[in-house]
């Protein structure tokens, strides 16, 4: 089971890659075309047509960021609360069984 959840995590690793290089990909052309619109010095609404998307996509790049820093916090909590209280146990499992160690030896 545990090469099977690696499995899959490889495949969302690749399919964020893949994505976020479309994004890349349509971000950086979206710049060449600004960058041209202000050379050729196109102004007016062809020039706010041309900019719509690059905001659309730095929208967009700010969502997925987000969603990474809050996908990559829940991971460390899903990752860290179970040995946190497999700890908290075995901490609670030691001192039971010193303190019944204790108890014998006081009382025998």
């Not at 479309?22 to 047509?49: P, Y």
């Not at 996509?57 to 460390?76: C, D, F, P, Q, T």
């Amino acid at each position: 089971m545990v090469w099977k959840g690696r499995l899959l995590h490889q495949d969302d690793i690749f399919e964020l890659r893949s994505t976020l290089q479309l994004f890349q990909e349509i971000s950086n052309r979206v710049e060449d075309a600004m960058g041209a619109a202000t050379v050729a010095g196109i102004k007016g609404a062809e020039l706010k047509f041309i900019t719509s998307p690059a905001g659309e996509v730095s929208i967009l790049k700010s969502e997925r960021e987000r969603e990474r820093v809050v996908g990559e916090a829940n991971e460390m909590r899903r990752k860290y609360q179970p040995s946190k209280g497999a700890g908290v146990h075995r901490y609670h499992e030691k001192h039971r069984k010193e303190g019944k160690s204790f108890d014998r030896q006081q009382f025998h």
